[in-house]
């Protein structure tokens, strides 16, 4: 076994880092909080510009599956505003694995500028786990087809040009065999975006589709066949692109916290057994996170089919992280429950904000119960519960 | 970065893995106990050369990288082989590094193992394998010291039937002095630590296999119980677990190995661990505890029959424990580990 980079891996490493040095300002990060758009089309056209974004795309151009692991690894360590490129990426990802020329010269190549997004249309209010009994309803029309209804946590919608909407084309045949994806320009016509707010920084969106008509070259795979293209969407996002290290920048901010912060019983924090063990903890936690998502790469570059090491990376990742949040927030006390910009908040609020952020880690991307699911009947082999 | 086995380490697990189970698996772990060696199984493994497999062929051992080691020691764990393998490969390398090795140690005829404790009062306690090796490498003072003699044969009764016992080290051959002693035994003790988290991660590994195979025949209200979502949670978390720590070890190992690309770094804040020692240690806790969860969920999924002498489970979860709390607390360790990634505390107890 070799658990070092090879030059060529290494050298993009470099040269995502210094990308970051120069491009990850204060006022980007403070930007994306304040606005709760964690996507910044400046930034990303940087990253594009810089020749990084290409390697961002999972399948595509001459970067392999460890350099994607490592761009978005980056980004997801030094708190970069990266959730909407992560899923940019993997719609371009989606169109250059099922889609034609069409979409690419429209779609694909206008994304790796960096300038233009795309967000995911899966969930609906009243269904969200059970994602293939979705009804958003698209009624072809001639050459177009006419969609209707509604999608919930449409996150970046009000930032994208495009959206991949799962909708409903046969509602007379099983629940997955109904099914159709389709890439739509968010300007059309019927069109609707609201926000939703979150109890963490970031928002995200309700989305709305009243009689929106596309032509059939919006088609993203067959006709009923929406199942397969999700099946392709959900094997790139659960994989290495980012989510499995959210614990690193956390113990940044606890570690440089800690360092200044006064002890209750005298002393500096940084001396308290408790929380040096704490950080150890978490820190081993960082690292099997980081080996784990390294396998589902590794396994992909080498021309394997991850299967379900990155649904196990994720199912790790979030609930150590949740555990080491509610660990550091204890021991921040007060202080901890501070915000951004008060004076006197721990860890310059983010003990605060990793508090309220980490709940929805274990639930978006595919909740902890649906991949534990996951694991024990494609992995274990049990039998169907359901 | 290539996280496949060799062809060579792929072959030196299948044997391992046929000889730990042939010779030397559960059954014999049980019949053991409470010694926790079964002494024929142990001559068996010499005729194989694994005693000197890590050391250097010039030495007339196997050249086998600490990588190898720890491949023997995931099949050893997998069988809980009652062998008392990873004492003496780590004692028969500190012997190697520190002057020679005695031949008897060599061919594994004599046993070797690494008292993990300084000696107090010129007594090491609880050596692991300290029951059957009849020669005790440890620290006394700023001594490295090698004790030889007659083994005592019984182990002090204990959870894991471990083969543990309290050495004196007094009297003993004095192999090094001051921070040359302590820089080697220290090595000695990264190598343990890598090894029997490699043990934990088999231990873990069958834990589960007994836990799934279990949960699929088992059958309650007219199903498999492996059909009930609260069973399949309970095991759904650990193939990641076990992973994770067969990553950690094995990284620890490559560390220990010191390969291209190895520089002994501690960047926490980029997460980039490279040092050995750290690795080490984080492979021991993580190790421990995913064998320790692995364990625990799977002897609850066989009901009551977890908690029956009869059923294999409990081995493991008096193993898992045990394995993992020799060398002590995993909270005091990792404040060692924290000692590693920031600067060291004044007030580290
Ligand atoms: C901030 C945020 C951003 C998001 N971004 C997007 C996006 O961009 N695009 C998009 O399409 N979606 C997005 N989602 C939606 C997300 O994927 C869903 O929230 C998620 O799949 C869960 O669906 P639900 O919220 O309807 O919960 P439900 O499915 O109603 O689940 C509720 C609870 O029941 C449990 N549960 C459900 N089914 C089972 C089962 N079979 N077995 C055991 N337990 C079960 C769940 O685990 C959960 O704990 C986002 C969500 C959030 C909060």
């Known amino acids: 076994m070799d658990f070092s980079l090879s030059p060529r891996a290494a050298e993009f490493r470099s040269e995502v880092r210094a990308f970051l040095d120069?491009?990850?300002?204060?006022e980007v990060v403070a930007t994306m909080h304040r606005t709760g758009t964690f996507n910044d089309k400046d930034f990303n056209a940087a990253l594009a510009e810089a020749g990084l974004l290409a390697g961002a795309v999972p399948g595509y151009g001459d970067r392999d599956p460890i350099e994607l692991y490592i761009l978005f690894n980056e980004l997801e360590k030094a708190g970069a505003p990266y959730d909407g490129l992560a899923v940019t990426m993997l719609v371009a990802g989606v169109i250059n694995a099922v889609g034609t020329d069409f979409h690419r010269k429209q779609v694909l190549d206008r994304l790796l500028t960096g300038r233009f997004n795309c967000c995911l249309g899966y969930s609906e209010p009243d269904h969200g786990s059970d994602v293939a009994a979705i009804a958003t309803r698209a009624v072809r029309d001639g050459d177009q087809w006419v969609i209707d209804g509604q999608k919930m946590w449409t996150t970046m919608a009000h930032e994208s040009d495009w959206a991949i909407l799962l909708t409903r084309t046969d509602p007379d045949v099983p629940k997955h065999k109904g099914l159709t994806m389709f890439l739509v320009p968010m300007d059309s016509p019927g069109i609707e975006v609201q926000p939703v707010p979150t109890m963490a920084t970031e928002r995200t969106n309700a989305t709305f589709y009243d009689g929106v008509r596309i032509g059939d070259e919006w088609r993203l795979g067959d006709v009923n066949g929406g199942w397969s293209v999700m099946g392709v969407a959900l094997a790139f996002e659960r994989g290495v692109m980012g989510g499995t290290n959210p614990a690193v920048p956390l113990l940044r901010h606890v570690r440089n916290w800690a360092a200044d912060a006064p002890s209750p019983d005298g002393g500096q924090m940084i001396d308290d057994p408790l929380l040096r063990e704490r950080i150890a903890r978490t820190a081993i936690a960082n690292q099997v996170g980081q080996l784990l998502t390294l396998r589902a790469a590794w396994i992909a570059a080498t021309g394997g089919l991850p299967g379900l090491e990155g649904s196990m990376a994720k199912l790790y990742a979030t609930d150590r992280y949740q555990q080491a949040v509610g660990w550091f927030q204890q021991m921040a006390g007060a202080e901890g429950l501070l915000g951004f910009d008060t004076a006197g908040a721990a860890a310059d609020g983010w003990i605060d904000y990793d508090a309220r952020h980490s709940p929805v880690t274990t639930i978006y991307g595919g909740t902890t119960e649906i991949n534990r699911n996951n694991v024990a009947e494609r992995h274990l082999g049990l039998p169907r519960a359901r | 970065m290539d996280l496949a086995l060799t062809a060579d380490q792929e072959t030196i697990r299948g044997v391992f893995a046929d000889f730990f189970t042939a010779e030397a698996g559960p059954d014999r772990a049980r019949a053991a106990e409470p010694l926790g060696v079964d002494g024929p199984a142990w001559n068996r493994l010499l005729e194989?050369?694994?005693?000197?497999?890590?050391?250097p062929e010039s030495a007339g051992g196997g050249g086998a990288s600490l990588t190898d080691l720890a491949v023997v020691a995931e099949e050893l764990g997998a069988a809980i082989a009652p062998v008392p393998f990873i004492e003496h490969a780590v004692a028969a390398r500190l012997l190697f590094a520190t002057g020679a090795c005695p031949d008897a140690v060599v061919g594994g005829t004599e046993i070797a193992t690494l008292a993990l404790r300084p000696a107090q009062g010129g007594i090491s306690r609880l050596v692991p394998a300290g029951a059957v090796a009849q020669h005790v490498a440890g620290l006394d003072g700023d001594r490295l010291v090698l004790a030889s003699g007659d083994a005592p044969g019984v182990a002090l009764d204990?959870?894991?039937?471990?083969?543990?016992?309290?050495?004196?080290?007094?009297?003993?051959?004095?192999?090094?002095?001051?921070?040359?002693a302590h820089a080697a035994h220290a090595r000695a003790l990264d190598e343990w630590r890598t090894l029997t988290a490699g043990a934990l991660v088999?231990?873990?590994?069958?834990?589960?296999?007994?836990?799934?195979?279990?949960?699929?025949?088992?059958q309650q209200f007219g199903k498999p119980i492996g059909s009930f979502q609260a069973v399949q949670h309970l095991l759904a978390d650990l193939p990641g677990l076990i992973e994770g720590a067969r990553l950690l070890a094995a990284k620890a190992a490559w560390a220990g190995d010191g390969g291209p690309g190895i520089n002994g770094i501690n960047d926490l804040d980029n997460n980039d661990v490279t040092d050995f020692a750290t690795l080490a240690?984080?492979?021991l806790v993580f190790?421990?505890?995913a064998a320790a969860t692995a364990t625990d969920r799977s002897l609850h999924v066989h009901g009551g029959y977890g908690f029956a002498e009869e059923y294999d489970i409990q081995l493991f979860y008096r193993r898992a424990r045990a394995w993992a709390l020799t060398?002590?607390?995993p909270s005091r360790e990792c404040r060692r580990i924290a000692d590693l990634l920031l600067e060291p505390s004044e007030h580290a107890a």
Do not use: F, Q, S, W
Not at chain 2, 48 to 55: D, I, Q, R, S, V
Not at chain 2, 202 to 218: C, F, N, S, W
């Open chain 2, 48 to 55: 194989t050369g694994a005693p000197g497999m890590g050391l």
């Open chain 2, 287 to 289: 190790a421990g505890e």
């Open chain 2, 202 to 218: 088999g231990i873990g590994r069958t834990a589960l296999d007994l836990g799934v195979d279990y949960a699929k025949e088992r």
């Open chain 2, 158 to 180: 204990n959870h894991g039937c471990l083969p543990l016992a309290d050495r004196p080290l007094g009297d003993a051959m004095i192999l090094l002095e001051g921070t040359e």
């Open chain 2, 281 to 283: 240690g984080m492979a």
């Open chain 1, 22 to 26: 120069a491009n990850l300002t204060e």
């Open chain 2, 327 to 329: 060398l002590g607390d």
